[in-house]
């Protein structure tokens, strides 16, 4: 496989990188302009068409400047599970106002093996009951695509379906959690007792989990882009301090330490993209190792983004522990990012049992 980008990606990067650097509050109307909730939506429902290994070229650039908003919640965690199961009448109402910007959603129960949320029969609809922790920016939602197990299911294999309800549903209950990172909100979200219309299924009863494999897989991918991302970032910032910054009348960058230090970080950042990318292709691909791809790339690219971030703290010395510089809202994303989707350990279980299996 060849990574040398084309014209057409390296303009992607550049008008990111250019975007993102005007320092300024990142409306969501601002990027839906840029086109870019639409980035991988067929034409014929508003989007630009373009794969997966464009969007996680954003989302590294979004990642080199920690952009906060609901990107990832909307295109990752809300329009792909309405593209990959949706009905044609369903594509047709969501998609073309994803990308045109009108309306932002998020995921609730992505991690299906947790005690969450189940699905009773009501009538000519549904009704959805319990709790998902952890869903990613869930107070702008419009809409929530909830994963629920059938009442009475086996929690690890037991029937899962998912399901289009709207955020202002009454029984809908928000709370905002705490975190590390301020710029990446999570919520709890109860449902109690919330009816959902039969149309509002998405794909068929009991074929989400197949659904929910490939949304991982892509949030994954995705988001070992933005770590990758951010580690450059901390790279650029630690080489420029380490050139500027003097001790003992010399530039802190001529000491061994700080050389060692800055050379490893770049080996691991260029292995980390080097994943991403390959984990980008896959799910672009459909590959059959998509989700070990897309594994991979997130267990080693977590671990090296909070190296370099904790790295990149030291180098700055004192200076790095002050809110006023920004190096620690990297150090804050990269905490936030061990647990977000699957943590390194839980990933390198998973890992294992597909290559013992």
């Not at 061994?256 to 292709?281: C, F, I, P």
């Not at 590959?287 to 370099?308: I, P, Q, S, T």
């Not at 703290?313 to 990012?337: D, K, M, N, P, T």
């Amino acid at each position: 496989m060849n990574f040398a980008l084309s014209e057409e990606q390296r303009w992607l990067q550049k008008n990111a990188r250019d975007f993102f650097a005007i320092e300024r509050p990142v409306e969501w109307q601002e990027m839906a302009r840029q086109g870019w909730p639409g980035l991988i939506l067929p034409a014929k429902y508003g989007g630009l068409g373009l794969g997966f290994f464009e969007l996680a070229l954003l989302m590294e650039e979004m990642g080199y400047a920690l952009a906060p908003g609901p990107f990832f919640a909307t295109v990752i965690f809300g329009g792909l599970p309405i593209l990959t199961a949706g009905s044609e009448r369903q594509k047709k109402l969501f998609l073309p106002r994803i990308a045109r910007g009108e309306l932002q959603l998020s995921l609730a129960g992505l991690l299906t093996n947790e005690p969450g949320l189940i699905m009773k029969d009501e009538g000519r609809g549904f009704i959805v009951e319990g709790q998902a922790a952890a869903v990613l920016e869930a107070q702008g939602a419009d809409w929530f695509v909830v994963s629920a197990l059938r009442a009475g299911s086996d929690r690890e294999h037991g029937a899962l379906s998912l399901f289009l309800v709207e955020g202002c549903n009454p029984n809908v209950v928000i709370s905002k959690l705490n975190g590390p990172d301020p710029s990446r909100n999570l919520y709890q979200v109860k449902f109690q007792g919330a009816k959902v219309a039969a149309n509002m299924l998405l794909g068929r009863p009991g074929q989400g989990r197949a659904v929910l494999q490939k949304i991982l897989a892509c949030a994954l991918a995705a988001l070992s882009a933005e770590m990758a991302g951010a580690t450059q970032k901390i790279l650029d910032m630690c080489v420029s301090y380490a050139r500027q910054r003097t001790q003992f009348g010399k530039a802190i960058g001529s000491f061994q330490a700080v050389q060692h230090g800055l050379a490893d970080m770049k080996v691991t950042l260029e292995n980390s993209r080097s994943l991403a990318y390959h984990a980008a292709w896959a799910v672009e691909c459909d590959a059959r190792n998509n989700v070990v791809a897309a594994m991979m790339a997130k267990a080693y690219a977590g671990e090296v983004f909070l190296k370099a971030a904790m790295d990149g703290v030291q180098i700055h010395g004192a200076v790095g522990f002050a809110s006023e510089h920004g190096i620690h809202r990297y150090l804050r994303r990269a905490l936030g990012c061990q647990g977000f989707c699957a943590d390194a350990l839980s990933l390198r279980e998973r890992l294992a049992r597909a290559l013992l299996d």
